[in-house]
């Protein structure tokens, strides 16, 4: 089995799917992970480029997984939709991110800091307020 090299992430509420990659691109790991498994599994690999669907969870996890030496891509979900072959399931997903990642082209979002989560979070709230205040 070679080194892993990049691994894409499928992010969900409890059971995430991991699916890694040589370096030469071919599969060498697919495994399901529940939350409380995920920090452990990424710190006994070695460092590695890992790949996740941006949302607001992956901001977490991307934080953690940089603690543990890993270097993260956030990719827009329109983006790795077109790297989905077959039938839409959380491993194909993962492989797809993965895919995703390592394209020319293809614009990953920045990690945001949890002040700037929690900034944004003001900004959307404060929105919310304007949009229902009577006129």
Request: proline share 4%; glycine share 10%; aromatic share 6%.
């Amino acid at each position: 089995m070679g080194e892993i090299s990049v691994i894409g992430l499928d992010l969900a509420k409890q059971v995430f799917h991991v699916v890694g990659f040589d370096a030469r691109g071919k599969d060498v790991r697919k495994k399901q992970l529940r939350r409380a498994q995920v920090l452990g599994f990424f710190a006994q690999c070695p460092p590695c480029r890992v790949g996740m669907e941006a949302c607001a969870g992956a901001h977490y996890w991307a934080r953690e997984l940089r603690g543990l030496g890993h270097t993260v891509g956030l990719i827009p979900a329109q983006h790795v939709k077109a790297y989905v072959r077959g039938n839409k399931n959380d491993y194909n997903d993962a492989r797809a991110i993965a895919e995703a990642l390592g394209r020319p082209g293809i614009r990953e979002v920045a990690v945001k800091t949890v002040e700037q989560q929690d900034l944004q979070a003001l900004h959307r709230l404060r929105q919310g307020c304007v949009r229902s205040a009577p006129r």
